[in-house]
Nanobody, 127 residues
Framework: QVQLVESGGGLVQAGGSLRLSCAVSGGTFSFYAMGWFRQAPGKDREFVAGISWSGGYTHYADSVKGRFTISRDNAKNTLYLQMSSLNPVATAVYYC????????????????????WGQGTQVTVSS
């Protein structure tokens, strides 16, 4: 398993933007499909966005499509989530996750398929 550390969370006003980062260590980052999830108080963890090995394939939850962008820099072992036009419903703890996979095309949506998780970073959007 790899180690994941998220950063970039914080307090932002509605309509604002944030960029989350996830630094990965302890493995060959380019062999991992990556994802972002979030969990609001009292709710289940939900899929936000996923990306394949090379970054060539991505998938987004309908609720964030067009406003969030997932990307990765394999040279820096870092995953990103650019979030714009934020609204209060985006308030949650955001987690990055890694899944070691033989498929360079895979984008993983199910949290149960991920091998490793970060500790999470809090995002709070005020109205």
């Amino acid at each position: 398993q790899v180690q994941l550390v998220e950063s970039g969370g914080g307090l932002v006003q509605a309509g604002g933007s944030l960029r989350l980062s996830c630094a990965v260590s302890g493995g060959t980052f380019s062999f991992y499909a990556m994802g972002w999830f979030r969990q609001a108080p009292g709710k289940d963890r939900e899929f936000v966005a996923g990306i394949s090995w090379s970054g060539g394939y991505t998938h987004y939850a309908d609720s964030v499509k067009g406003r969030f962008t997932i990307s990765r820099d394999n040279a820096k072992n870092t995953l990103y989530l650019q979030m714009s036009s934020l609204n209060p419903v985006a308030t949650a703890v955001y987690y990055c996750a890694a899944d070691y996979t033989r498929s360079s095309l895979a984008v993983i949506l199910s949290p149960g398929e991920y091998d490793s998780w970060g500790q999470g970073t809090q995002v709070t959007v005020s109205s």
